[in-house]
């Protein structure tokens, strides 16, 4: 359960304490949703990736304004984890930065492929939370069974 510090009028709660598993699944969530946007597919021969927002691109106005609308999902679920404000504006920075130059007809579109805002997100996201001292879960922990005992050296 999320303990919550009640906001000023007309503004928002700041989320101050969220369990680790509320951390894990909005982590899963962020995580999935930025690597479909920025790099779902490899270009085979090259080690270039790219993802939706790249190809939603190439749809003038209407491809960027939908890009645009996940990585404001993106930058809300941080702001719900409690991300600072400064680290939240570069957030929002990023976003803008992608969405401005990739609207630019063709250059826009080879800069969407380079920039991937959302994984700078992501990124700046887990610094964030690990600054904080959340720790993420080894893959697999807590699953499968536990070896307790000592070990001696067989010569």
């Known amino acids: ?5 009640p906001g000023m009028a007309g503004t928002f709660e700041r989320v101050e ?3 680790h598993a509320e951390i ?4 899963a969530r962020i995580n999935a949703l930025a690597r479909v946007m920025d790099s779902l ?3 085979p021969g090259t080690r270039l990736r790219l993802g939706v927002d790249s190809l939603l691109g190439l749809v003038p106005v209407a491809g960027d304004v ?4 996940v990585s404001a999902y993106l930058i809300w679920e941080a702001r719900r984890l409690g991300v600072s404000k400064l680290t939240l504006w570069r957030m929002v920075g990023n976003s803008l930065i992608d969405t401005v130059v990739g609207a630019v007809p063709i250059v826009g579109d080879a800069f969407d492929v380079a920039f991937k805002a959302n994984m700078k997100n992501v ?16 893959p697999g922990a807590g699953k499968g ?3 307790d005992g000592t070990y001696e050296r067989v010569a």
């Open 145 to 147: 069974p536990v070896i």
């Open 123 to 138: 990124r700046l996201l887990q610094r964030h939370l690990e600054k904080r001292g959340y720790r993420p879960s080894a």
């Open 17 to 19: 304490h969220l369990e």
């Open 41 to 43: 597919f490899a270009i």
């Open 66 to 69: 939908l890009a645009q609308i």
């Open 24 to 27: 894990e699944a909005a982590l």
């Open 1 to 5: 359960m999320a303990y919550v510090k």
